[in-house]
C-alpha cells in the first residue's frame, strides 16, 4: 500500500519531466500532461471518497426498516443508474448554478466532482448492501446478548466485516472512476483528456497524442488497482468462511 502510494506521488512529481523527454508534440505539452493527470487524480480521489461515504449512507437506507427511506434510496439507484453518466455531469453543470445562492459559483471542477462522486455512489450503494447482507445474522445477535448497542454493532461488528467483502466490488469501480473522469471534458474541465485533445488539435498528431494519453490512464489505473489490491491482501478479502 505504502509502494503504491509512493509511486503514485513520484509519478506524479516526475511526469513533467519525463514527458519533456519525448519529441514533439509529446514534449513541449509536458507540462499540460503533467498538470492534467493531477486533475484526474484529484477527480478520482474525491469523488472517490465522497462516494464510498454516499455508498454507505444509501446502503444502510436501502435496508432500513423505514419505508419512505429505503424508497428514496431505491429510486436514486435506479435513478442514476439507469442514465448515462455524461448526462448527470452536463445536469449538474447546467442547473446546480441555478439552484444555488448568486454568491455560490461553483467551479467546472466542482460540478464535475460532485456528478461523478454521486454516480459511483449509486454503485457502492449495491456493493455496500451485498457486503452487509453477507455478514451472519448470528454475529449481529451475539453482539446484542453481550450488551452492545446498534451503533456499537454496527461499527464494530457489521461494518468492518461487510467491507472486506464489498472491497473488491468497491476497488472494480474506483478503476472504473478514474477512466470516468475523462468525461469531465464535457464541461470544460482541464483533465487528462481534455489536454489530450488541445494537443491533438494542435499539432495535427492524433496517433502519438492519444497514445500518451492512454499509457498515463494506464498508469494512472495500475497504480490505483494495486493500492486496492494490497489492501484486500491486508483485510483478507474474499477469505473463505
Not at 103 to 109: G, I, L, Q, R
Not at 212 to 229: P, Q, R
Request: include cysteine; hydrophobic fraction near 55%.
Amino acid at each position: 500500500m505504502l509502494g503504491s502510494m509512493v509511486g503514485l506521488v513520484l509519478f506524479l512529481w516526475g511526469l513533467g519531466s519525463l514527458i519533456a523527454l519525448a519529441p514533439e508534440p509529446i514534449g513541449p505539452a509536458a507540462k499540460e500532461f503533467a498538470d492534467g493527470a493531477r486533475v484526474t487524480v484529484w477527480l478520482t480521489l474525491i469523488a472517490g471518497l465522497a462516494g464510498i461515504v454516499i455508498g454507505v449512507v444509501a446502503g444502510l437506507g436501502k435496508l432500513s426498516s423505514f419505508l419512505p427511506l429505503r424508497w428514496l434510496c431505491d429510486f436514486y439507484v435506479w435513478l442514476i443508474r439507469g442514465t448515462p453518466l455524461l448526462l448527470q455531469i452536463l445536469f449538474v453543470w447546467l442547473v446546480l448554478p441555478d439552484v444555488l445562492p448568486d454568491s455560490v459559483k461553483p467551479s467546472d471542477f466542482a460540478c464535475a466532482a460532485i456528478a461523478l462522486a454521486v454516480n459511483i455512489g449509486a454503485y457502492n450503494t449495491e456493493c455496500v448492501r451485498g457486503g452487509i447482507l453477507a455478514v451472519p445474522h448470528g454475529q449481529v445477535e451475539a453482539a446484542r446478548a453481550l450488551g452492545l448497542s446498534p451503533l456499537q454493532t454496527f461499527m464494530d461488528i457489521v461494518l468492518p466485516q461487510s467491507m472486506r467483502v464489498a472491497l473488491p466490488a468497491l476497488a472494480n469501480n474506483l478503476a472504473s472512476l478514474v477512466k470516468d473522469t475523462s468525461l469531465a471534458y464535457a464541461i470544460s474541465v482541464s483533465e487528462l483528456t481534455m489536454i489530450g485533445s488541445r494537443v491533438q488539435a494542435s499539432s495535427y498528431k492524433p496517433i502519438p497524442v492519444f497514445l500518451t494519453t492512454a499509457i498515463i490512464y494506464l498508469i494512472l489505473t495500475t497504480a490505483f488497482t494495486t493500492l486496492t489490491s494490497a489492501l484486500e491482501t491486508k483485510l483478507d478479502a474474499g477469505r473463505k468462511r
